[in-house]
């Protein structure tokens, strides 16, 4: 792993202590490199700043870890793919800790790829995802496509108490103020008195509000959301979008995989535009911008041929020019 | 206590038990398969895996009957050959679903098929037809201590797994994914489970039959999903429901002198079918509800 992340060129911003005011204060992805500008451990400010550190053997890891001890994930040349078609392609950067980021992009643009990436549920083609400060198992994951039983025999309460697998794990009882946790969290998302429904009576909204109840006991500083409000009318998106907002303002980094451009506008300061490979990233306004959208259809209409195609090159080139 | 047991025995329902130690250890028997056997069986029906749990009991067939060729009609060596044969078979079937083209219910059943023939083959190489019909339909009258045992320790076995593991049992069931992500104890969810089954059915066999042993796994689950909606109630009135039946199958094989196996799981098989007329979740109930509803 350590090896396909020392290939290539890398992008990275670097922060200071205050994560929230870093991703209000972030500018733009296209910085031109200024080597040596992050360097000095946790007290430097080259805020909001994408730069490119020189990387030279084996100290060079060491200096990293330092200069982006903000970052909560970082993708280093990422390809992630099915059957050895990429659907994410030499992805690079990070994600700061506390950011509230939008993924949008067309149809198989591989933006549900990019979450399973993060949590591990795909192995990369190449480069790596590296999780800062965070294990695996501690991300909340609200996966588009999950493999929850509808039919099976569960009541929303112990549906919604498996959020804290994490503190109580599979044999552990529930304290008091576990089970009033529990209770607040149905409560927060608004199913209050439906404790002892089976989950299979639920609406979809409603099972959607009970998923969203589970990832507060999940209590992760890492959220990702896969097109969580797919099928949900205004209200419940309203509902969960304040809940989202929340967990952002309690300093929690959440991605969402989002389709509705208005509602990443009106939510999101930062946004990621994918289609296969990074469009664009920054801050919402700019990377919706009409010329980028278009870029990204044309991309993505580019990619409809897959029979055939030639073998991916880049690295080998990239390696050329070292 | 005399008196008691008297007018116990004078009751055609207790009677046949308090007269005859085979009809008690048959029932005992019975106890300890409905507390250990039916709980898994809820968990294989909610799994969508009844069929699995049918084609492991027919995996036993031949590692049991390889065990009855070096041993006769002996329990450890029958049990040992089962084991052996049903884990080896729990596994492969999955593996060969998970690594090929071939679905899980063709690879389960291809194995079942095999192991069915290879079994029956086995036996008849050997033994007589009384064999082949012990092997098959089980002993459920001529339980001895060791039998009993073997019974009552299994099903111990899985009442402890299952209650201290029901968070892991459950979720593996109901959000397998989910599951994997949190828990590293995910696959310890499903082969341990799979190890239950194959216990449980060993049991079963010896009691019932390797073509009986899934009767009283499957049937009174699925009459007892028709009552409730909710897993600790729904595994609480199977059991009930799993003794209930067995309780009736032994009685209509002593009064009507009906062979014990057949009668049991036929039983367990007219509850099920009471309980999709009368359970509330029943196709019939739900349909003929009252129109009244509530205000929200």
């Known amino acids: 792993m350590q090896q396909s992340c020392m290939n290539g060129s890398r992008f990275k911003k670097s922060s200071s202590a205050d994560a ?15 080597p040596g500008t992050v360097r000095g451990g946790t007290g430097t400010h080259a805020v909001g700043r994408w730069c490119s550190a020189p990387l030279v053997a084996d100290d060079s890891l060491g200096a990293v870890m330092t200069c982006v001890a903000q970052a909560i994930v970082r993708f280093d040349n990422l390809t992630l793919g099915y059957n050895r078609h990429p659907a994410v392609h030499h992805l690079k950067g990070e994600i700061v800790a506390g ?22 549920e795909l192995r990369p083609l190449q480069g790596c995802v590296e999780l800062i400060g ?8 609200l996966p588009q496509q999950s493999t929850l039983d509808g039919s099976f025999p569960i009541v929303i309460y112990d549906f919604v108490a498996m ?3 994490a503190q109580f794990g599979a044999f552990r009882s529930f304290n008091r103020k576990a089970r009033q946790r529990i209770e607040e969290a149905i409560a927060t998302v608004g199913l209050h008195g439906l404790e002892n429904r089976p989950i299979g009576q639920l609406s979809g909204g409603q099972l959607q509000r009970a998923r969203f109840a589970r990832v507060i006991l999940q209590d992760s ?10 099928a949900i009318d205004a209200n419940t998106v309203r509902d969960l979008a304040a809940l989202v907002r929340r967990w952002n303002g309690e300093g929690r980094t959440v991605i969402s995989v989002l389709h509705d451009f208005e509602h990443v506008r009106q939510e999101y300061p930062e946004t990621l535009l994918l289609a296969r490979e990074l469009v664009a990233r920054g801050s919402t306004t700019e990377v919706l ?15 409809g ?17 070292h | 206590m005399t008196i008691l047991t008297d007018t116990l025995a004078g009751l055609p329902l207790f009677s046949p038990f308090i007269e005859f130690g085979f009809m008690r250890r048959a029932l005992a028997g019975c106890l300890a398969l409905s507390l250990g056997a039916t709980p898994i069986g809820v968990f294989l029906m909610l799994r969508r895996m009844s069929l699995a749990g049918d084609a492991i009991s027919h995996a036993i067939l031949p590692g049991a009957a390889v065990g009855y060729l070096f041993a006769g009609l002996s329990l450890s060596a029958m049990t040992v050959g089962g084991l052996v044969a049903g884990i080896a078979v ?7 679903a998970r690594n090929s083209v071939i679905k899980e219910d063709t690879s389960l059943a291809t194995f079942y098929l095999i192991s069915l023939s290879a079994g029956v083959l086995i036996i008849s190489m050997r033994g007589s037809n009384v064999d082949l019909l012990h092997v098959l339909f089980g002993s459920v009258l001529a339980l001895d201590d060791a039998a009993l045992l073997l019974l009552a320790g299994f099903a111990s076995c899985s009442i402890v797994a299952i209650a201290a593991g029901l968070r892991l049992v459950v979720l593996e069931c109901c959000d397998p994914s989910y599951l994997a992500r949190i828990s590293r104890l995910s696959p310890l969810a499903h082969y341990g489970f799979m190890v239950l089954v194959v216990l449980n059915l060993i049991g079963g066999f010896h009691a019932l039959g390797t073509l009986m042993a899934v009767g009283i796994m499957i049937l009174p689950s699925a009459a007892a999903r028709f009552w409730g909606d909710n897993i600790v109630p729904l595994i609480l009135v199977a059991v009930l429901i799993a003794f209930t039946g067995s309780l009736i199958g032994l009685l209509l094989s002593y009064y009507v002198n009906l062979p014990a196996g057949p009668a049991i799981v036929l039983t367990l098989g007219g509850l099920y079918v009471l309980s999709m007329i009368v359970g509330p979740l029943g196709p019939l109930v739900s349909r003929l509800r009252p129109r009244w509803h509530f205000e929200r």
Do not use: M
Not at chain 1, 20 to 29: A, S, V
């Open chain 1, 163 to 165: 959020g804290l697998w």
């Open chain 1, 20 to 34: 929230q005011r870093i991703k209000k204060e972030f500018t733009t992805p296209k910085g031109a490199p200024q």
């Open chain 1, 134 to 141: 965070i294990s695996r198992e501690n991300i909340a994951y």
């Open chain 2, 90 to 96: 729990a596994l492969l079937a999955g593996g060969v």
């Open chain 1, 221 to 230: 500083p890492l959220v990702l959301l896969d097109e969580p409000y797919g």
């Open chain 1, 289 to 303: 911008s009409e010329e980028n959208l278009q870029r990204a259809r044309h991309l993505a209409e580019a990619q």
């Open chain 1, 99 to 120: 950011s509230l980021l939008a993924v949008v992009g067309p149809n198989g643009a591989g933006k549900s790829t990019l979450l399973k990436g993060i949590v591990g």
């Open chain 1, 305 to 321: 041929e897959v029979s055939g195609a030639p073998i991916c090159q880049a690295n080998s080139i990239a390696e050329h020019h």
